[in-house]
């Protein structure tokens, strides 16, 4: 595969892979920033923006602008995640100075008309009400605020009903000023385009975007771990979520973090837990274990699921599995087998359509990976040794972690 970084004329960088064997193109951006930049009081903001790009822009209402995107033949998306707003659209070669035409007006010129503002306010505020009944909803939301404290990691992105209810168009346009700005913006296009034509195209879309964000600071948080949280609902099944430490992308040991998580949990059929858990005593249809990276803190999660009158002998076999493999590591025939999964499995996936070779690079983009990563990669996975693999379990996995359980109350194991 072969990535190109094209720069236009104002300085806006992409990474293309021209692909001229289908007539479609894919774009996939992303600003710095996202919910974490909710003002206080105004928890949700971001979220609802994402859902009123396609709801005029410009000199196009609402229904103008979706009539007009129907005729481009394209596909348009925005959403909101912790450290970045996301916007994509998927297009016909043929239509791409109309498809490309109406995502510079989404982009720069969002109208935030009342009526599509009041329309995506209330779907959701359905959404919601219908989450606070909801054992699940509800425990993660006490589960973030557990582990995250006041950091805003640990507030729902889509705000709180009176949060949601104070947000008003000059808030958005204000939040849509100061966020949407060319230094935060990390662009991937895929598809049947050249690298001339895409110069002309970032800058017809986001040129006429502020040179600069104006992002409040977000602080990094450790986890706030060796606590027990246990969220009582009289239910036949109890859900067990661990937290533990995690590593951050650039760390020299995040190669043998990933490999270690893939055998403790992450392999859907071949890890520890699985066989522990579900192949050898059927405690659960599923368990597993997550690597999760974000820019100010990171974590590493296993959840499972289990019969309640079961849950205490669950919990207890995935505390012996952790710790298992925290003193011993794993065996090399492991590490073996798993760095021939991790290498053969990439591409199909991540990199199986347009659409997902666009979020694939964007991501490397953020994590400051390099152009040639994809090149790379396999030399990454087949450099880490047995000994590096024990050392990132030892340090991940010996901390008490947190513990949260849904359903009905259990005894500590």
Do not use: C
Not at 288 to 297: A, C, G, R, T
Not at 356 to 380: K, S
């Amino acid at each position: 595969m072969d990535i190109q970084q094209v720069t236009s004329s104002k300085g806006i960088n992409a990474w293309l892979v021209e692909d001229h064997s289908i007539p479609i193109i894919a774009i996939r951006f992303v600003f710095d920033g996202g919910s974490t930049q909710d003002p206080a009081g105004r928890e949700g903001l971001v979220n609802l923006m994402t859902g009123l790009f396609d709801e005029g822009a410009g000199d196009l209402d609402s229904e103008a602008f979706q009539t007009k995107l129907d005729d481009a033949g394209a596909e348009m998306g925005f959403d909101a995640a912790r450290d970045g707003t996301y916007g994509s659209m998927r297009m016909l070669a043929e239509q791409k100075d109309a498809a490309f035409d109406l995502l510079r007006l989404a982009v720069t010129s969002p109208r935030f008309d009342q009526a599509p503002i009041d329309r995506i306010r209330s779907q959701i505020l359905s959404g919601i009400i219908a989450s606070e009944r909801d054992p699940n909803t509800v425990a993660q939301t006490k589960w973030l605020r557990a582990i995250y404290g006041e950091h805003p990691y640990s507030r729902p992105d889509q705000g709180t009903k009176d949060s949601i209810a104070t947000i008003t168009a000059a808030d958005l346009a204000a939040f849509h000023k100061a966020n949407f700005a060319r230094n935060g913006l990390h662009v991937a296009v895929v598809g049947d385009i050249d690298a001339a034509t895409l110069k002309q195209k970032l800058d017809d879309v986001f040129g006429d975007l502020p040179e600069k964000q104006l992002l409040r600071p977000v602080a990094d948080t450790e986890l706030k771990l060796g606590q027990r949280l246990e969220v009582d609902y009289d239910l036949p099944q109890t859900s067990l979520q661990f937290a533990y430490p995690g590593v951050k992308r650039d760390a020299p040991d995040f190669f043998p973090a990933v490999l270690m998580n893939q055998i403790l949990g992450g392999g859907t059929f071949t890890s520890r837990l699985y066989d522990e858990v579900r192949e050898k005593r059927g405690l659960a249809y599923s368990v597993d274990s997550n690597l999760v990276d974000h820019q100010h803190s990171n974590a590493l999660i296993i959840t499972t699921a289990t019969r309640s009158d079961r849950a205490a002998e669950t919990l207890g076999i995935v505390k012996d599995v952790v710790r298992k493999m925290a003193e011993e590591g794993p065996t090399e025939a492991e590490l073996d087998a798993t760095k021939k999964y991790m290498v053969g499995s990439y591409a199909i996936s991540n990199l199986d359509s347009s659409s997902a070779i666009a979020a694939t690079l964007v991501e490397l983009q953020l994590d400051h990976l390099g152009i040639d990563y994809v090149q790379r990669r396999t030399a990454l996975i087949n450099g880490v040794t047995l000994d590096q693999v024990k050392a990132a379990a030892k340090k991940l996995l010996s901390a008490a972690p947190a513990i949260m359980s849904i359903g009905p109350k259990l005894e500590a194991k």
